[in-house]
């Protein structure tokens, strides 16, 4: 089975063994939205996906190599662990899961290896998101840390730090008519016509415990589809969600359709304060904002794969510098106290600040 993943600058093509389809069905329904029976481009990766049996697929002197943390993530399913040997001009990542044969350098060498378990689902769409992710940095693509909403051709992204109130502000607006989720997590810019386009990109929601319990009908999701122990977690433990369940939960499945940058939004969660809002209009401190949630491959070097793929940022910065002269049709907006927002009403205010 060839299958092709066409997004933006970089097209995968995936050659699929007849005994790998079944386990590899996840990570094609995962990115179903970006999949095709052929390629928009020649592919800029080949990646040949084959049935794994741990005993049988790896030497034996494999496993006597010390393991080696490969990725460390606050979601312990992405966490990852493998034996790394070097040989012929490849690298081999080896747990029992997963087998990733990657080429040492993608400029010469676009090929790759991976054999996979009903284990591996996890690890594959994270090494394929990766994958993409590093090309488009390379290929100039500007990569934004942020979540996002939709409505009449427009995004809104949300952002700030850990524990700031961005899903308690997604689902705040989802609850108003009109809006769609539109992206989870990253977000991929381009500069069209003096406007910045957002490009959305799937991820599996993690979802702390405390928002799960405060919606009745998600929290019913999650005990009877995700993780039956629910009640057993403190409110700021996460919950690594199937995507599926959570879009349904928030009734609008992903689409990969890009949208038009309107407005940024940076919450700061304070439970039982009145809700304050107002208007960064000052150029540097909106610069500054808009760089804090760059996504940078520098930042995650705990990747050790990436090293078959390291941006050399030369285009990247460039395109960053670029979005700069379009930050003028895009509302950056503070948000403080209780989240609970009517979007319409909040862009449809005066622009100057207010509090």
Same mark, same amino acid.
């Given at each position: ?23 590899? $069905? ?91 378990? $009903? ?17 488009? $940095? ?134 039982? $304060? ?82």
């Amino acid at each position: 089975m060839n299958r092709y993943l066409n997004f933006l600058h970089t097209t995968v093509a995936f050659d699929v063994a007849d005994d790998a389809a079944p386990v590899f $069905e996840p990570v094609q329904r995962f990115f179903r939205h970006l999949m095709a029976d052929r390629p928009v481009r020649e592919p800029t990766f080949r990646i040949t996906v084959l049935g794994y049996d741990p005993d049988t697929d790896v030497e034996p002197a494999v496993w006597d190599v010390p393991p080696s943390i490969v990725r460390r993530s606050n979601a312990a399913e992405f966490n990852f662990d493998a034996h790394v040997v070097t040989a012929g001009g490849r690298r081999r990542y080896v747990n029992r899961a997963t087998l990733v044969d990657a080429p040492l350098d993608v400029a010469t060498d676009n090929t790759f290896t991976v054999r996979i378990t $009903e284990k591996s689902t996890v690890q594959i769409l994270d090494f394929v998101r990766d994958l993409v992710i590093r090309h488009e $940095e390379n290929a100039g693509t500007v990569v934004l840390h942020a979540s996002g909403v939709g409505k009449d051709g427009a995004a809104v992204i949300i952002a700030g730090a850990k524990g700031a109130g961005k899903t308690t502000t997604l689902l705040s607006v989802l609850r108003r008519p009109g809006w769609k989720y539109f992206t989870g997590d990253k977000l991929f810019c381009t500069l069209d016509d003096g406007h910045i386009t957002v490009y959305p990109w799937r991820d599996y929601p993690y979802v702390g415990v405390g928002t799960i319990r405060s919606d009745p009908r998600l929290e019913k999701l999650v005990r009877e589809n995700v993780d039956a122990s629910i009640d057993s977690y403190e409110p700021g433990h996460k919950i690594l969600m199937d995507p599926d369940i959570f879009e349904s939960w928030v009734g609008a499945e992903f689409s990969a359709e890009p949208l038009r940058l309107a407005a940024l939004l940076l919450p700061e969660v304070r439970p039982g $304060e009145p809700l304050t809002t107002w208007r960064l209009t000052d150029g540097n401190e909106r610069w500054a904002h808009l760089n804090k949630i760059v996504d940078r491959q520098v930042d995650t070097t705990f990747f050790t794969w990436q090293s078959h793929l390291v941006p050399d940022y030369a285009r990247f910065y460039a395109s960053l510098a670029e979005l700069r002269t379009a930050l003028d049709t895009v509302e950056m907006i503070r948000l403080r106290g209780t989240l609970d927002i009517d979007l319409d009403v909040l862009l449809s205010e005066e622009k100057e600040p207010r509090s």
